[in-house]
């Protein structure tokens, strides 16, 4: 009976959604602007304590390698989710030890385990206006000097920032350019693998899961910090000891139920909400119809190439994951525009704004900036379809590899300061390591493989796509048989040393020189490419100067229309500090669909198999069997929540951010959206955009009924 209310309660939630559901990637200064919204949606904190980063609860949200993190003890310690650390769990995994498949727990400080080459948490410290500096002067300029302008000033603040050793600084652009923001940030280099649960946990439902719902995944982990004793940033070191954060959050035992405010905070990667007209049919037209087929192409290749058990499949999981993942997400991308008539949305709204420029003789400055900007925007379309192969068939790893050492090599000539971004002293670590990473996600007949797909995809263009520097270096002109391209391909991967870690290591010392007279393959056809690659990058270095005149224009127009309207425009997402808040909601994306806003732990058993990826550990499922549930059971579905639902505004980089009730208590970890939502990166559609959390309820449950994490419970401030 309780099945039939909740579904009747859950349509009458679904039919309201869109008069509740609250667009909108807020930065965290302008939540004082909207104070009333948030009192009347739930917040019990102040949302005026929201806008200080350093402060709480802000200031206990971290970033990390392209998700996000909160501290959740005094000593450092970190939660994200399972697939953000999963690189780490990987990385010390062994056949005698497979922490993949048996999960990780250290029970003491002594046991935590280093994360992966590269992991880093970052502490926001501060934060300043540097829009002024940045932009003074630069409307006068050409474009290509207007690029090179606002570049060096952004890397010039940077190395200022950056002259406090310890720190990784960014001056992020807002609004297309319109504004900048310094941000100073606290490296920490010593970053520990606490606690993972097993993949048939965290894991849980693999790719076919993914996206969807209902969902069982324990999509949680945990970092520590660590910094040197005296405080500042350290690479590893056994003297080092935990961080010791200003603030961290306090994790709920009690939990929340459907209708509950929930606000999640974290780094979004990017979305496209203000891209116009021409990028959007470009988009759902051409590139991504045209990419789904490659990538399909390509998934099929690295499967026939790396067949499962080979050590070939073992570096290319992660590859073929992400693949994957990619994948589902244009499908449901194509899908979610189709549906929500994207295509017409944003057609209705260009001719809406048109309508009140047009009512306004003073707003006419808008209108020529907007139609210049239409016109890059196809330009810049037609650029993109036309260097689309070419741009593939540059992908092999060791190219890649060697077309960066030669890059590296030419921006040593100049001074580090006018040096390309990536290529400074401040980029070296990461450099070196993205070169040594390289040897465990590398395999000569798979690369190969992949080669001879792009390859086979670029011979088959017009002429008009086609490069003629690369043609004459490859030798391909006239070729048009597998069997003579096969023999190009092998003789690149038989002449080169390109694949061993020593040899790549010491060409980031080489000079141009020294690398134009190497005779490795790859090395010669990046050393006869590099003009050409500098032209197209000339190319759209003059298109980016362009935008940065027209771009903050159209979004002081999209800002003051919409200012009339009384809506607050929040500028689109580039892995800065966003807010975003609703409830606990479940929905209705499509006729005859109903998602509840819970699933529970009896939701594992009926989906498990006991083969991957619906394999729970035993002990799991024995307290599944038994409602062992302890403290951690809602009432009001009688059981324990596993995931919940929410109508909460994400997008990629959001995996691991905090989610957070009226009073700032951790109630989840933001880890996924459902595939109806996944269009949400360029429209926000509020009867079907719904995100996807792990409940804290199902956390403390499975480290204190089935890993025995105890040592982490106590460690924790849990409140109930």
Not at 153 to 179: H, P, Q
Not at 308 to 321: F, P, T, W
Not at 477 to 504: C, M, N, P
Not at 654 to 677: K, M
């Amino acid at each position: 009976m309780r099945k039939i209310t909740t579904i009747a309660a859950l349509l009458t939630c679904a039919a309201s959604a869109p008069l509740t559901a609250k667009e909108g990637m807020f930065t965290p200064g302008q939540l004082p602007e909207i104070a009333d919204d948030l009192r009347a949606t739930g917040l019990e904190v102040s949302p005026e304590a929201l806008a200080d980063l350093t402060g709480f609860p802000m200031g206990a949200i971290v970033q990390l390698q392209g998700c996000s993190g909160s501290f959740v003890s005094d000593e450092g310690l970190v939660v994200t989710n399972h697939h953000c650390a999963r690189g780490s769990v990987q990385y010390n995994s062994t056949a005698e030890n497979n922490y993949l498949e048996n999960g990780f727990l250290a029970k003491t400080k002594g046991e935590e385990l280093p994360a992966a080459p590269g992991s880093r948490v970052y502490v926001t410290t501060e934060i300043s206006d540097v829009t002024a500096r940045v932009r003074d002067g630069i409307d006068t300029l050409s474009p290509n000097d207007r690029y090179d302008t606002v570049d060096q000033r952004v890397k010039d603040i940077t190395a200022e920032c950056e002259a406090d050793a310890g720190y990784r600084c960014l001056v992020a652009s807002f609004y297309g350019g319109k504004e900048y923001t310094l941000i100073k940030r606290l490296e920490v280099k010593d970053v520990r693998l606490v606690y993972a649960p097993a993949d048939s946990v965290g894991k849980y439902g693999g790719d076919i899961d993914n996206w969807m719902w209902p969902r069982h995944t324990g999509d949680w982990s945990f970092y520590r910090a660590y910094v040197a004793p005296d405080g500042s940033s350290a690479e590893y070191s056994e003297d080092n000891v935990p961080y010791r954060p200003d603030h961290h959050l306090k994790v709920s035992a009690a939990g929340l139920d459907d209708g509950d405010f929930v606000m999640a905070a974290g780094y979004p990667g990017s979305t496209n909400r203000y891209t116009r007209l021409g990028e959007v049919e470009n988009t759902f037209e051409w590139t991504y119809p045209t990419f789904v087929t490659l990538l399909n192409d390509w998934i099929h290749t690295i499967e026939a190439a790396a067949p499962e058990g080979s050590d070939a499949r073992v570096k290319y999981e992660s590859r073929l994951a992400g693949l994957n993942n990619y994948e589902k997400n244009l499908r449901g991308q194509i899908d979610g525009a189709r549906r929500v008539g994207l295509v017409d949305r944003r057609r209705e709204r260009e001719a809406a704004l048109n309508a009140w420029i047009a009512a306004d003789r003073s707003r006419g400055k808008y209108a020529k900036a907007i139609a210049a900007l239409d016109a890059l925007s196809q330009e810049s379309a037609t650029a993109d379809r036309s260097h689309f192969w070419y741009g593939n068939v540059t992908r092999p790893q060791l190219l890649a590899a060697a077309q960066r050492l030669y890059r590296l090599a030419k921006e040593k000539e100049k001074p580090n300061a006018e040096r390309e971004s990536g290529y400074q002293e401040r980029d070296m670590a990461f450099f070196r390591q993205g070169l040594q990473a390289l040897d465990r996600r590398y395999d000569a007949s798979v690369d190969k493989a992949e080669w001879l797909l792009f390859l086979n995809g670029y011979l088959a263009q017009p002429d008009a796509e086609r490069v003629a520097v690369f043609d004459k270096a490859l030798g391909l002109d006239g070729v048009d048989d597998a069997k003579q391209l096969a023999a190009i391909v092998d003789g690149y991967y038989a002449g080169t040393s390109l694949d061993e870690s020593d040899t790549r290591l010491a060409l980031m010392d080489a000079t141009p020189a020294e690398l134009e007279a190497s005779e490795d393959p790859f090395m010669q056809l990046a050393v006869a490419l590099y003009p050409y690659e500098r032209k197209l990058e000339d190319e759209e270095e003059q298109r980016a100067g362009r935008a940065l005149a027209l771009r903050p224009a159209y979004m002081d127009a999209i800002t003051q229309w919409q200012r009339s309207q009384g809506q607050a425009t929040y500028p689109d997402a580039n892995s800065t500090l966003r807010v975003t808040y609703g409830k606990v909601l479940g929905g209705s994306p499509r006729d005859g669909m109903a998602y509840l806003p819970f699933t529970t732990l009896e939701g594992i058993t009926e989906k498990d198999t006991g083969e991957d990826p619906f394999n729970a550990p035993k002990r799991e499922l024995e307290a599944i069997r038994a409602k062992d549930y302890g403290s951690y059971a809602l009432d009001s579905i009688g059981s324990v929540p596993v995931n919940f639902l929410s109508d909460l505004d994400s997008t990629g980089g959001n995996s691991g951010s905090a989610t957070l009730n009226a009073r700032a208590e951790l109630v989840g970890l933001l880890f996924d959206g459902t595939f109806e939502s996944v269009n949400s990166d360029w429209d926000f559609d509020p009867r079907t955009t719904r995100t996807i959390h792990v409940d804290t309820r199902y956390m403390l449950w499975v480290m204190d009924k089935v890993d025995g994490a105890q040592n982490l419970i106590e460690e924790m401030d849990v409140v109930r």
